[in-house]
């Protein structure tokens, strides 16, 4: 049966498709069959898919994207659940019907959280929408400065409003945004590098927490 995560905030630029993008390579070149729905309108997902079957051709990218119908997205992906054993879905920015029928249809959700006032602020709200489907979200630090004091103080908090936060987190390295821009993940590049190894543990992290 194939697990179904959610990455899922209502603040843009969280970080949803970098890490949408970065798992689905690390778990497909390990030899698991990886589906992605893009149900982000901005479809950042997408375009990266695109870019990806540009460079390594349209057979070869190893990740299938899976076309719905969000009306009916809790059904469809109980149909095709046994076919993939990881089916990961990037969320639009925003708490909407969309993003409901994401978090509903997700056995779990993990939500990627830049350290900075503004994304704590729009973070709570979803946060506590998640709690109430039962869905035991993560946070996921992303953009992580070394450090920074900001961090600590932003964690502090999320631990007070009741917050679970995964041990592992993602810097702010230019490779993740370097290796999106073409449809590659930074696994691609190399698995010892600083990057990978930060994707490695994420990934490691999301499967104890199933």
Do not use: C, H
């Amino acid at each position: 049966m194939g697990k179904v995560i959610a990455f899922s905030n209502q603040k843009g630029g969280s970080g949803k498709s970098t890490l949408s993008a970065n798992l689905s390579v690390l778990w497909s070149n390990s030899g698991y069959k990886v589906a992605v729905i893009d149900a982000d309108a901005q479809k950042s997902l997408s375009y990266w898919l695109e870019a990806r079957k540009s460079y390594y051709g349209e057979d070869d990218i190893g990740i299938t994207q899976l076309n719905f119908d969000i009306r009916n997205l809790i059904d469809e992906i109980k149909a095709i659940k046994r076919k993939y054993d990881f089916i990961i879905i990037d969320s639009p920015p925003s708490i909407t019907f969309e993003t409901m029928q994401v978090v509903k249809a997700s056995d779990r959700v993990f939500v990627p959280v830049q350290p900075s006032p503004v994304d704590l602020m729009a973070t709570l709200p979803f946060l506590k929408i998640a709690k109430q489907e039962r869905k035991n979200p993560i946070i996921i630090l992303n953009r992580v400065m070394p450090r920074a004091k900001l961090t600590d103080a932003m964690i502090l908090r999320l631990r007070y409003a009741g917050a679970k936060i995964a041990r592992s987190r993602l810097s702010s390295k230019v490779l993740f945004a370097e290796t999106f821009s073409v449809g590659r993940g930074v696994v691609d590049i190399s698995v010892t590098s600083d990057a990978s190894k930060e994707i490695i543990n994420v990934g490691n992290e999301i499967l104890r927490n199933f």
